[in-house]
């Protein structure tokens, strides 16, 4: 019914990206916000990439290159890194999701945190590769791994938070 009126298909194609770039970047924002506890002094998780392959895998929402790369932009102006790098890895994030995951995963598949934790970590070792060819400069690795770490402990905690609230909500409409 939308697809017959353009004007109406446009408007809600346009609405969702701007959503899914609100979304996003609010995700990152609160990332960085979590810094300011001492428990997330050293490195904060990547709460960013978790969002991104729930929002693909689980709720089929699709964010577009454009979408991550003026949010990866944006991100690394307001926060003084590097320009680009955040990009690059939201956008390497989203392809190798797209080639490794969406070829392998079922409905109920056990291998989704194997998956994620494959993905996360190539992705952010091109990152890191990049960084180090850029700064010219090896940093510390202790948080280098608290990051890694902390957002590889945090995935199946989300996502056992999401499957229990739609176990519940499945409940309470029956």
């Not at 003084?80 to 690059?88: A, F, K, P, R, V």
């Not at 940093?139 to 996502?159: K, V």
Request: aromatic share 22%; glycine share 2%.
């Amino acid at each position: 019914m939308i697809k017959n009126n353009n004007i109406f298909y446009y408007l809600y194609k346009f609405s969702i990206s701007i959503l899914s770039f609100v979304f996003l970047f609010f995700i990152l924002n609160f990332q960085s916000s979590l810094s300011f506890f001492s428990i997330f002094e050293i490195s904060t998780p990547s709460l960013i990439s978790i969002g991104i392959y729930l929002c693909i895998v689980r709720f089929n929402i699709n964010p577009s290159n454009t979408i991550l790369f003026l949010t990866g932009f944006l991100h690394d102006i307001m926060n003084g890194n590097n320009i680009g790098t955040t990009s690059i890895f939201l956008l390497l994030f989203r392809y190798f999701i797209s080639s490794i995951i969406l070829e392998k995963i079922s409905e109920k598949d056990q291998e989704e945190w194997i998956y994620f934790t494959i993905i996360f970590i190539l992705s952010f070792c091109f990152v890191f590769l990049f960084n180090l060819i850029i700064n010219f400069s090896i940093p510390e690795f202790s948080p280098i791994f608290f990051h890694i770490g902390i957002t590889l402990i945090l995935f199946p905690i989300i996502n056992i938070s999401i499957d229990f609230f739609s176990f519940v909500s499945r409940l309470i409409k029956n």
